[in-house]
Nanobody, 124 residues
């Protein structure tokens, strides 16, 4: 059974940094892409970044480009989201997702598996 477990969320001041982790298990992800989405209560879940498991190709949303970096450690079966220069508008629950290669990476329905999320709160 596929499991995606996020960790690393918390409270940080504006301008600070956090690194989120997503531990993936239950299958081989060699033909998958893993992604981060975020959601604020009352709003749609939005794409943040994605990475292909095998090649490491990355896709990053324009709203976080230059501040957030996605990476993966194949040996540890873990995907990371390094978040720098955080802003109050980055406050959200951050979710890890996994889906097959070749899908439209910024679309929610491209992903078959989801974690339960980790809360990031950025204070001003």
């Amino acid at each position: 059974q596929v499991q995606l477990v996020e960790s690393g969320g918390g409270l940080v001041q504006a301008g600070g940094s956090l690194r989120l982790s997503c531990a993936a298990s239950g299958r081989s992800f060699s033909n998958f892409a893993l992604a981060w989405f975020r959601q604020v209560p009352g709003k749609e879940r939005e794409f943040v970044a994605a990475i292909t498991w095998s090649g490491g190709t990355t896709y990053v949303a324009g709203s976080v480009k230059g501040r957030f970096t996605i990476s993966r450690d194949v040996a540890k079966n873990t995907v990371y989201l390094q978040m720098n220069s955080l802003k109050p508008e980055d406050t959200a629950v951050y979710y890890c997702a996994a889906g097959p290669l070749g899908v439209i990476y910024y679309q929610l329905d491209s992903y078959d598996y989801w974690g339960k999320g980790t809360l990031v709160t950025v204070s001003s």
